[in-house]
């Protein structure tokens, strides 16, 4: 009895402990399940983090994105824009390859201008010269026509003189003729008419004075003569050589219009000095815009060369951006078609936006 007791007893024990242990796997599946539940849901709790995350950095991905296509867009249309300038440019300031030359030109021109105006002016000083020696012709002329007349005069003087002399001498003789004897001096026996004393007569020592005066005005006549002659040379030398010398400036140079010719040359050359000033002024700004074109082009030139590189960098920016978004898109793809999976078999089917929410609470 008692052992039939102990074996109701171990049988009940047993089917205790049997129920125990059935009890215990369950609760231990039951465990691991909620275990494994548990690891599911955190594992959807950091697919919906991620997935929130990876949108984010997607939108700003793409955010950048189009602002490096809006900035390669700007950057290409400015370059453009640049590139045009810059051609433009090229040309004026090629177009203005021989300004140099023509300043160098104007210069020769001006310096030919001003040799010509000083050789007019050495010129008018010359032609002046000539009226000078021109005038001291006049005056030499008018000094021998004085000196000719006062030569004349001395001789008409003393041969006045000299024949009142002579008669003197003639009446002093016929005092001593007498009639039937012959004159001493013709020979004639007959003087039907002696000459006659006069009280007038220049004694012999004034007829010697009237002759050296007469002597004296002639030397003097033949002095002028020889000064109005050297002073003929004197204009005839300086006009040969006025009209030589003009020959390089006139044409067809006359000492009868040298004066009016010389001042239409000045008038001419001044006027074309004028002109070359005014164009060397043009030239000169010319050359000095061209150095100012010269550093607007390096300046473009530096401008274009930091834009190509900041074209290059946002373009290869934006290739690591473009590679960046579309690996981003597929690792959000990936991770919402295994999320929406886990959704349905977890949470009995929600939409991705309801995700967080939900895992939060689940």
């Given amino acids: 009895m008692e052992d039939t007791t102990e074996l109701e007893a171990w049988r009940t024990e047993r089917t205790s402990l049997a129920q125990a242990e059935a009890r215990r796997e369950q609760l231990l599946r039951k465990k691991s399940e909620a275990e494994s539940r548990r690891t599911v849901l955190n594992t959807m709790r950091r697919d919906a983090m991620q997935l929130q995350d990876g949108g984010q950095k997607l939108r700003r991905g793409e955010k950048q994105r189009a602002d490096l296509t809006v900035r390669q867009k700007e950057l290409a249309v400015r370059l453009v824009v640049l590139q045009e300038e810059l051609r433009s440019a090229r040309e004026t300031w090629a177009a203005g390859e021989g300004l140099a030359a023509e300043r160098e030109k104007l210069l020769s021109l001006q310096e030919q201008a001003r040799r010509k105006q000083k050789t007019v002016a050495e010129l008018e000083r010359l032609r002046e010269g000539c009226g000078e020696a021109k005038r001291a012709l006049e005056q030499a002329q008018q000094a021998y026509r004085e000196a000719g007349e006062s030569a004349a005069r001395a001789e008409e003087l003393y041969r006045r003189k000299n024949r009142a002399f002579l008669d003197e001498q003639a009446g002093v003789l016929?005092?001593?003729?007498?009639?039937?004897?012959?004159?001493?001096?013709?020979?004639?026996?007959?003087?039907?008419?002696?000459?006659?004393?006069?009280?007038?007569?220049?004694?012999?020592?004034?007829?010697?004075?009237?002759?050296?005066?007469?002597?004296?005005?002639?030397?003097?006549?033949?002095?002028?003569?020889?000064?109005?002659?050297?002073?003929?040379?004197?204009?005839?030398?300086?006009?040969?050589?006025?009209?030589?010398?003009?020959?390089?400036?006139?044409?067809?140079?006359?000492?009868?219009?040298?004066?009016?010719?010389?001042?239409?040359?000045?008038?001419?050359?001044?006027?074309?000095?004028v002109s070359l000033s005014q164009k060397l002024r043009e030239k000169e700004q010319a050359i000095a815009d061209r150095q100012k074109l010269?550093?607007?082009?390096?300046?473009?030139?530096?401008?274009?060369?930091?834009?190509?590189?900041?074209?290059?960098?946002?373009?290869?920016?934006?290739?690591?951006?473009?590679?960046?978004?579309?690996?981003?898109?597929?690792?959000?793809?990936?991770?919402?078609?295994?999320?929406?999976?886990?959704?349905?078999?977890?949470?009995?089917?929600c939409s991705i936006e309801e995700a967080s929410a939900r895992l939060e609470d689940a």
């Fill in 294 to 349: 010269a550093e607007l082009l390096r300046g473009k030139e530096e401008t274009i060369a930091g834009l190509t590189a900041e074209q290059d960098a946002a373009r290869d920016l934006f290739t690591r951006t473009e590679a960046a978004v579309n690996q981003l898109r597929g690792s959000i793809e990936q991770i919402e078609k295994r999320l929406r999976l886990q959704l349905q078999e977890q949470l009995g089917g």
């Fill in 174 to 273: 016929a005092q001593s003729l007498e009639e039937g004897r012959p004159c001493p001096v013709c020979g004639s026996v007959h003087h039907p008419a002696p000459a006659q004393t006069s009280l007038h007569a220049p004694t012999e020592a004034e007829l010697e004075q009237a002759k050296q005066d007469w002597e004296a005005a002639q030397a003097e006549a033949q002095k002028k003569s020889a000064a109005a002659g050297s002073a003929g040379a004197a204009l005839q030398e300086r006009e040969r050589r006025l009209l030589a010398q003009m020959q390089e400036v006139v044409e067809a140079p006359a000492i009868e219009t040298a004066s009016r010719q010389l001042a239409a040359c000045r008038e001419e050359t001044a006027n074309i000095l």
